[in-house]
């Protein structure tokens, strides 16, 4: 069962998963869990413990997020409502708040390193399955990169637009092949190597 309620990343993961031949459930409802560790691993483990409970069958969950070196890590944990942390709330207007969440994610990023010249930054994911009330397994993957100077492309979500990987000179949102470079990809291969350890 992959346990998120974003949509993009649902199909993201899934389409993964397939090519990895795993089958896969979608849960029969959505759960409003609390990311609150200060850490991808932990709010993985947060989500997929609360999706094992409440449905009693292996459940997959996944936290990501963008981290920025001249931003000291940030957006980390909060890449999905980085708009609403008072961290830099300063460079959005009020009339900003008109545009989708990811566009403002993006442009609160974009306005924060408009002056400077470190612009390093790798996209982290940490996915945990819970088999059992007291086994689960994880995997982590980094894709390193640095923020371009502004948004293109059309064929990711979140960040995607404004994250130019190592070797590349394109956006993400630019890679077709997105889904075989991505961090998710390197953190489910990860946990597959470990699920064959234990199986």
Not at 157 to 167: S, T
């Amino acid at each position: 069962m992959i346990c998120t309620s974003n949509k993009k990343k649902f199909e993201e993961i899934s389409s993964m998963l397939k090519a990895l031949n795993i089958e896969f459930v979608k849960p029969p409802y959505e759960l409003d869990v609390e990311e609150t560790a200060n850490t991808f691993l932990s709010n993985a483990y947060l989500k997929a413990r609360a999706y094992y409970e409440a449905f009693g069958i292996p459940a997959l969950a996944d936290d990501s997020g963008l981290v920025i070196e001249a931003l000291g890590g940030r957006p980390g944990v909060y890449s999905a409502r980085f708009y609403k942390e008072e961290f830099g709330s300063h460079v959005l207007k009020e009339e900003d708040y008109n545009l989708p969440k990811d566009d403002l994610n993006n442009l609160k990023v974009l306005r924060l390193l408009e002056n400077e010249e470190n612009r390093r930054a790798k996209f982290v994911s940490a996915i945990v399955v819970m088999m059992s009330n007291s086994q689960g397994i994880f995997g982590e993957g980094e894709l390193k990169g640095y923020i371009a100077k502004e948004p293109s492309g059309s064929l990711g979500f979140g960040y995607d637009p404004i994250f130019i990987p190592e070797g590349y000179d394109v956006s993400l949102a630019n890679i077709e092949h997105k889904n075989e470079i991505s961090h998710r990809r390197k953190a489910l291969n990860a946990l597959f190597d470990m699920l064959k350890k234990v199986l």
